[in-house]
């Protein structure tokens, strides 16, 4: 079965902090792609990054920086000199691309709080 | 841009009450889904649906239905709502390339 963890409920920083947020992935098959997606108050989920196994490169966007491990079963992002607006609850997801039917898995998610 | 459309954001019904969430798509996507989100559960799904005409049962499907007759449109059903329903409901849509999922602004529903 397909697990992923986010073990940190709730986070909070202080403006301009850099902050992780740990992914935590299980899973048997070799194909698979990882999300994370952010939801802000307004409650829409959004897309942030999509990464497939075969490609463990880490990637920076801006502020944003992912950290993709395969031994460690590990997909972690970090927000540098986080910002207000980057309050919100992020999830983690995980989906198969070798079934029949290409569930998304998601983790609990965690509320990242910045305070001015 | 991609858009999903989910027709209320905000319900209260009874308990009892028959209740329909609406979602439509405009990017002629095969498959759709409904989530619920509870606190410190994450996103659960209830059905999906790959096509028109086409649904299977998620991980709780129970005191629940779906509607697909046309490919933009997914419809949740509560036939007879209960306070334990009381949650976020969440539709998506997927890039059957991709993967990836796009979401609807989310419908919070309180049953009383």
């Known amino acids: 079965a397909q697990k992923v963890t986010q073990a940190q409920t709730e986070i909070s920083v202080v403006e301009k902090e850099d902050v992780t947020l740990d992914c935590v992935y299980e899973t048997r098959d070799t194909t698979y792609y990882l999300f994370w997606y952010k939801q802000p108050p307004s409650g829409e989920l959004v897309f942030l990054i999509r990464?497939?196994?075969?490609?463990?490169q880490n990637e920076i966007s801006g502020r944003y920086s992912w950290n993709f491990q395969k031994s460690t079963s590990s997909f972690n992002f970090t927000i540098t000199a986080s910002q207000v607006v980057d309050s919100a609850v992020y999830f983690c997801a995980l989906i198969l691309m070798n079934t029949g039917f290409q569930k998304l898995v998601f983790g609990t998610g965690t509320r990242l709080l910045v305070s001015p | 841009d991609v858009k999903v459309t989910q027709s209320s954001r905000y319900l209260v019904k009874r308990t009892g009450e028959k209740v329909f969430l609406e979602c439509v798509q405009d990017?002629?996507?095969?498959?759709m889904f409904w989530y619920r989100q509870d606190p410190g559960l994450g996103l659960r799904l209830i059905y999906f649906?790959?096509?028109?005409?086409?649904?299977e049962k998620g991980d709780i499907p129970e005191g629940y239905s779906v509607s697909r007759e046309k490919k933009e449109r997914f419809s949740l059903i509560l036939e007879s709502a209960s306070t334990n329903q009381t949650s976020m409901y969440l539709c998506a849509d997927r890039d059957r390339f991709t993967g990836e999922l796009f979401f609807g602004e989310g419908s919070r529903l309180t049953v009383l």
């Open positions: 990017m002629d996507h095969e498959n």
């Open positions: 649906s790959y096509d028109v005409k086409m649904k």
């Open positions: 990464r497939n196994s075969f490609d463990e």
